[in-house]
């Protein structure tokens, strides 16, 4: 490696960290083959964001395993689509089980009527407030949901678009 070429870098087979995407802090994104110019090398880029691939090359051909972010000197390890998937279902499924439970404490269930909702005289209006406060939960989980599944319908679209130019 020693009097190698930096542009020539990409071409050794192998696992290789490279930058992907460099944006300093109050500044354009340096992207694509731009990163690779030597003007850039000197270039600081500490308060800013970095991200770097890490890839594997084998007979000329590059696949990514994995990216990482480096932000203001803090190194994270980007989220893959199963991690982030799984953190939307769950956050989803806890405020679900949270409102069943609470819409559950306030039924009571009678052989002659089924379901009904539990009364008290005393409390009749914080039963109301307590009515509203729930159909507002409920908008609110029903809306972000529909959010969540549009962003994963859209990031699928863009897999199978990149994978359709391939």
Known sequence: MQGLEFSNVKNIDGISFRPIC????????????????PEL?????????????????????DSLLAKYYCYDGTILAAPDLFS?????????????????ESVYENLQWTPE????????KKDDTFSLFREIEY???????????K????????????????????
Do not use: M, W
């Open 147 to 166: 959010q969540q599944v549009g962003l994963v319908q859209s990031f699928l679209e863009e897999i199978k678009q990149k994978k359709a130019q391939e």
């Open 22 to 37: 460099a944006v300093p802090k109050g500044e354009a994104a340096i992207t694509g083959d731009n990163i690779y110019k």
């Open 135 to 145: 159909s507002e939960e409920k908008d609110i989980i029903i809306n972000d949901l």
């Open 41 to 61: 090398f000197d270039k600081c880029i500490d308060p800013g964001l970095v991200i770097i691939g890490k890839y594997s090359r084998e007979n000329q051909k």
């Open 84 to 100: 982030l998937l799984y953190s939307k279902l769950r956050e989803g499924t806890h405020f679900l089980r949270k409102s069943y």
């Open 113 to 120: 009527r089924e379901y009904n909702a539990k009364s008290s």
